[in-house]
């Protein structure tokens, strides 16, 4: 699936559906989302507070915004994805529970 970032604050968002929240199997009121970049890629999945990770991961949640929630990514995240938010999409895909962000491949 194909998305456009929103300006948000100081970086970026993305809007996530409920569909998409929905395959993640998670509660995005209260879900704890580990962010790990490999190769250009982000790999968001939930992490309990108890884990071992928890302490050297970036850990983000969920944001309302209006009736849809979304996904905040400092820009400090976008330049390691070498997104160039106004110009370029993303390509979004769920796989195991586990949300993968990458830049979309023009057509």
């Known amino acids: 699936m194909r998305k456009t970032l929103i300006p948000r604050g100081n970086g970026w968002a993305i809007p996530t559906s409920k569909n998409i929240i929905k395959l993640l199997s998670i509660d995005p009121n209260s879900a704890l989302l580990r962010f790990k970049i490999i190769d250009k890629v982000l790999y968001i999945k939930e992490i309990m507070p108890h884990d071992s990770d928890c302490d050297k991961s970036l850990i983000r949640k969920f944001s309302k915004v209006n009736t849809s929630w979304c996904l905040y990514l400092p820009n400090s995240i976008i330049s ?28």
Do not use: F, G, H
Request: hydrophobic share 45%; charged share 40%.
């Open 80 to 107: 390691l994805l070498e997104i160039i938010p106004d110009k370029d999409e993303i390509k979004i895909e769920v796989n195991d529970n586990v949300l993968i962000v990458r830049k979309a491949l023009s057509d």
